[in-house]
C-alpha cells in the first residue's frame, strides 16, 4: 500500500492482550459481558454451596465446577494472556532478547493490520460500527473483529481528521450500523449460547436440588 493517509502503531503487552479480551467481549455488546459475569457467579456460587452442603469433594461433578469456574474466571486473566503474548512474539519474528511485537495499522486504498510479520487486508466495506471514545477508537470488521486505536499513537494523520476521512469511506457502499443494529445482530449471534448457558445454568440447579 504505497499511499498511507493514516496509521496508528502500538506495542501489545500483557496489559494490552487482557484489554483484547475485553475488546472481544465488548464486540458483543453490554448483554454479552452481562451473560459472562452471571455466569461467573453462578459458578462460584454452586461450587461453594455444593461444598459446605456436602457431597464427596472428590468428585466427576466437583471438579466439573471447578474447571469451569477456572475456564471462566482464571483463564481468561492469566493463562490467555500469557500464551497469547508468546504468540505474538512469534509472529513478530524477533530475535532475543525478546521485545514487544508491534503492531501497525495503516489506511489507504485498504485496511492493513501488521503484527509483525504478519499482515492482513481489508476494504472499508468490511467496516460496519465505529466507536468513538475519550482515548480509543474502535471499529468493527463484521461481527468477527473489533480493531482499537489509540488517539496517541497516530504516526501519520489526528484522530478528529482519520474520524472524517474513515467515516466517509466505510459508509460509501451501504451505511454503518447504528446502535441498536450492532445490538440486533449481538442477540442473534449470541442466542446458541444464551440457549447453552441456560441449560448449563439449569442442569446444576436440578443437580443441587436433588442433592439437598
Given at each position: 500500500?504505497d499511499?498511507?493517509k493514516?496509521?496508528?502503531?502500538?506495542?501489545?503487552?500483557?496489559g494490552?492482550?487482557r484489554?483484547?479480551?475485553?475488546?472481544?467481549?465488548?464486540?458483543?455488546g453490554?448483554?454479552?459481558?452481562w451473560?459472562?459475569?452471571?455466569m461467573?457467579?453462578?459458578?462460584?456460587?454452586?461450587?461453594?454451596a455444593?461444598i459446605?452442603?456436602?457431597?464427596?469433594?472428590?468428585s466427576?461433578?466437583t471438579?466439573?465446577l471447578?474447571?469451569l469456574v477456572?475456564?471462566?474466571v482464571?483463564?481468561?486473566?492469566?493463562i490467555?494472556?500469557?500464551r497469547k503474548?508468546r504468540?505474538?512474539g512469534?509472529?513478530?519474528?524477533?530475535?532475543?532478547?525478546?521485545?514487544?511485537?508491534?503492531?501497525?495499522?495503516?489506511?489507504g486504498?485498504n485496511?492493513?493490520?501488521?503484527?509483525?510479520?504478519s499482515s492482513?487486508?481489508?476494504?472499508?466495506d468490511k467496516v460496519?460500527?465505529i466507536?468513538n471514545?475519550d482515548?480509543?477508537?474502535?471499529?468493527?470488521?463484521?461481527?468477527?473483529m473489533?480493531?482499537?486505536?489509540?488517539k496517541n499513537s497516530?504516526t501519520?494523520g489526528?484522530p478528529d481528521?482519520?474520524l472524517?476521512?474513515f467515516?466517509?469511506?466505510?459508509s460509501?457502499q451501504e451505511p454503518?450500523?447504528?446502535?441498536?443494529e450492532?445490538t440486533?445482530?449481538?442477540?442473534k449471534d449470541?442466542?446458541?449460547?444464551?440457549?447453552?448457558e441456560?441449560v448449563?445454568?439449569a442442569?446444576?440447579?436440578?443437580y443441587m436440588?436433588r442433592?439437598?
Amino acid at each position: 500500500m504505497d499511499d498511507i493517509k493514516f496509521e496508528n502503531r502500538y506495542d501489545i503487552t500483557k496489559g494490552f492482550i487482557r484489554s483484547e479480551y475485553k475488546l472481544s467481549q465488548k464486540r458483543s455488546g453490554k448483554l454479552n459481558l452481562w451473560l459472562v459475569f452471571v455466569m461467573k457467579i453462578v459458578y462460584i456460587l454452586v461450587l461453594i454451596a455444593y461444598i459446605i452442603l456436602g457431597g464427596p469433594l472428590i468428585s466427576t461433578f466437583t471438579f466439573f465446577l471447578f474447571f469451569l469456574v477456572c475456564f471462566f474466571v482464571v483463564y481468561p486473566s492469566f493463562i490467555a494472556p500469557a500464551r497469547k503474548l508468546r504468540a505474538y512474539g512469534k509472529i513478530a519474528a524477533e530475535k532475543k532478547p525478546f521485545t514487544l511485537p508491534t503492531r501497525n495499522v495503516r489506511f489507504g486504498e485498504n485496511i492493513v493490520l501488521q503484527t509483525g510479520i504478519s499482515s492482513l487486508s481489508y476494504s472499508y466495506d468490511k467496516v460496519r460500527y465505529i466507536e468513538n471514545s475519550d482515548d480509543i477508537i474502535y471499529f468493527w470488521i463484521g461481527m468477527e473483529m473489533v480493531v482499537p486505536l489509540y488517539k496517541n499513537s497516530f504516526t501519520v494523520g489526528n484522530p478528529d481528521d482519520f474520524l472524517a476521512f474513515f467515516r466517509e469511506k466505510c459508509s460509501e457502499q451501504e451505511p454503518l450500523w447504528s446502535k441498536g443494529e450492532l445490538t440486533r445482530r449481538t442477540i442473534k449471534d449470541m442466542t446458541s449460547t444464551i440457549i447453552f448457558e441456560a441449560v448449563i445454568i439449569a442442569c446444576l440447579l436440578f443437580y443441587m436440588v436433588r442433592s439437598l
